[in-house]
């Protein structure tokens, strides 16, 4: 396969540090937004000993993911981070053999007969969930929309992870959505650690108890062990 050289970036914008952490836990997606809406898509902001690289555009994506992923890895401060929120898996492995291990592993789900299953379920799911909007909207009744991408989300990846279908995910999405904002929060300044008793660190360990909880018993079967949205 043909490989392209994507556009030297000489001299990316440098962002603020501070302001940089603070648009992170703030808004996440607007600051990458902002950083899109560079001429380059690229920006650098350095403090506290590290420098943290924005790249926005689809060819340095390309480049850095596929193109000479060889030159990267996830040893990185936020990548340690996030372990507890997302365990060893592919998403945090530093790179390397133990990368290649992980990715062969999951490679079978991504072959095109998979695909289009998961493509067929998200699809229906996501009709059903526009014809319930819909007719809120039609009603006047107001609903959260991020609870409810997030009860999809689940009801997605339950149906095709586990063939389970959790028509009512209100809890699991709830556990979910509760942990992304904590995950933006913690990941943008990680302390204190999660071995400190808080109240917001109790929360947490809670709420990844109770997810592993109904995780665990959809992996062995028992999916009617937890009455998920009661």
Known sequence: METSTPPVVKRPTRLGFFATVQGFRRDPLGLFADVAALPDGVATAGGLGMTLLFVTRPDHVHRVLQENHQNY????????????????????????????????????????????????????????????????????????????????????????LFDVDVAEAGDLAKWFEELSVFAVRYLSRPFPPLSVPTRRNRAFHANMRHVNEVVMALVVGLPRAYHLGD
Request: a positive charge; glycine letters at 6%; aromatic letters at 6%.
């Open 73 to 160: 890895d996830k040893n990185a401060l936020i990548y340690n981070n996030a372990r507890p929120f997302l365990g060893d898996g592919l998403p945090v492995a530093h790179g390397g053999a133990d990368w290649l291990r992980r990715r062969r592993l999951v490679q079978p789900a991504f072959h095109h007969a998979n695909v289009r299953l998961v493509t067929d379920v998200t699809e229906r799911y996501l009709a059903d969930a526009l014809a319930e909007w819909n007719s809120a909207a039609e009603a006047g009744t107001p609903i959260d929309i991020s609870l409810r991408l997030t009860e999809l989300t689940m009801r997605i990846v339950c149906r095709n």
